[in-house]
């Protein structure tokens, strides 16, 4: 679970992944801890058993979108019900809208109109385009609340490669066991949240609101070899799945569980010292380990217009904003809450919605709360807010260019992944 952009230098702001905190362990995860972790013995020689194959997952691309395109190689369009419909030559593109409570599918022959669809390469190791993003699996087209929604059903392990490849983008050779930790608290967050949103249709979204997800095109020899090399295995507590919380940058020391969230109580998700030998952070190359925003008067008045209302919080702070003061700080010197004073009231903004009400002038989110503020004022007024931060995520579970760090200074999986979750064990489900 992240709250942060990845490791990947894009420049873009994502938004929190905060919800990793389902209390009970999925279905799947029952039934095949008790296939491996039976140990009864058998009084004659068992029967060799095939290797257990991975779970499909069900990943929100779209949610209530106008319109898609969708291409690729060649392609089978599928009725759920009434089976085959076409095949739609390879290069092709067919444009999906949604009208009434059905989906119209147009551009390769004559105009479908179904309440669902299904679109599969025709050849099994195919690959389909949506909106310009390749994909394995199939995909899933239906009408939802208010737009068209698209569900792309892959196996577990290929959508990991494709997550993995995503989070952790191109890589050396050196930094292959951090990109194995990356794959195993990935897999471990599917199995743990699998059904999240089940009441939409899907499993996941595709998107840092679980993990980001970039499908085929993301995928690179190193983190589709780290995903193989870890198949199957996840980090567990008391032979449950954890809440496999992670993010970008620490800065130099992670943050307890609970004073970033008020849910994550677990006894693994606790503040870690995360340098090397010599004291250096070992996430000092992050790009994101040091890092300004700031606005002007006036555009920090129209972000707190737009921010405030969505935190329901008071909006007229924004208009006569006077002054920001930090109240308290965690014990890891991240700031815990502050205030927006007015002329005539206070506003207190608490936690991880500091990183959204205080939104970069370019969008996005704050990169963390570990930050002071520079106030510029002419005749008392506030004329410009500087903000000089460190680190970048919520900071809690796995720092990744932490454990890029620690994999350039020869540290393995197991070493990476108990650093970052003390008293967990790597368990394997298939």
């Not at 085929?216 to 295995?233: D, F, K, M, P």
């Not at 606790?270 to 090397?276: G, H, K, L, N, V």
Request: charged share 20%.
């Amino acid at each position: 679970m992240r709250c942060d952009e990845s490791t990947r230098d894009t420049g873009r702001n994502f938004g929190d992944r905060c919800a990793a905190g389902r209390t009970r362990h999925t279905a799947i995860f029952a039934l095949l801890l008790l296939a491996v972790g039976s140990c009864a013995q058998p009084e004659t020689a068992p029967v060799p058993v095939a290797e257990t194959r991975d779970p499909d997952f069900r990943i929100g691309l779209l949610v209530n979108v106008r319109q898609a395109t969708i291409g690729g190689d060649a392609l089978r369009v599928e009725d759920p019900a009434e089976g085959d419909l076409r095949t739609v030559a390879a290069g092709s593109t067919l444009n999906v809208t949604f009208r009434g409570s059905a989906v119209a599918l147009s551009g390769s022959g004559s105009r479908i109109e179904r309440r669902a669809l299904v679109i599969r390469p025709a050849d099994s190791g195919g690959t389909m385009r949506l909106n310009g993003r390749t994909y394995r699996g199939t995909l899933e087209l239906r009408r939802g609340d208010s737009g068209l929604v698209v569900v792309n059903v892959v196996p577990l392990e290929q959508y990991l490669a494709g997550v993995v490849g995503t989070e952790m983008g191109a890589r050396a050779g050196d930094e292959i066991e951090a990109l194995k930790a990356q794959a195993i608290v990935s897999r471990t967050y599917a199995i743990r949240n699998q059904g999240r949103w089940k009441d939409h249709g899907f499993d996941l979204v595709g998107t840092v609101n679980d993990q980001a997800y970039g499908g085929a095109l993301n995928e690179n020899v190193l983190a589709t070899a780290a995903v193989a090399a870890t198949r199957g295995q996840i980090l567990t507590w008391d032979n449950q799945p954890i809440d496999a919380f992670y993010f970008s940058t620490c800065g130099g020391r992670t943050e307890d569980g609970t004073a970033a969230f008020a849910g994550a109580s677990r006894p693994y998700l606790r503040s870690i010292e995360d340098r090397d030998p010599t004291g250096t952070p070992w996430c000092a190359t992050s790009p994101r380990f040091h890092w300004t925003a700031g606005w002007t008067a006036s555009q920090l008045a129209t972000t707190l217009r737009r921010t405030l209302p969505a935190e329901h919080l008071a909006v007229a702070r924004a208009n006569d904003l006077r002054d920001l003061r930090v109240i308290d700080r965690t014990a890891t010197g991240r700031i815990a809450s502050l205030v927006l004073v007015g002329r005539n009231g206070r506003t207190v903004v608490a936690g991880q919605a500091m990183r959204r009400v205080l939104s970069p002038s370019d969008g996005g989110l704050l990169r963390s709360t570990d930050f002071t503020i520079r106030i510029t004022r002419t005749g008392g007024k506030i004329e410009r807010v500087d903000i000089d931060g460190r680190g970048n995520g919520h900071g809690v579970g796995m720092c990744q260019w932490g454990a890029i760090g620690r994999a350039r200074a020869g540290q393995d999986v197991g070493t990476i992944l108990t650093s970052y979750f003390p008293g967990t064990q790597v368990q394997r489900l298939y």
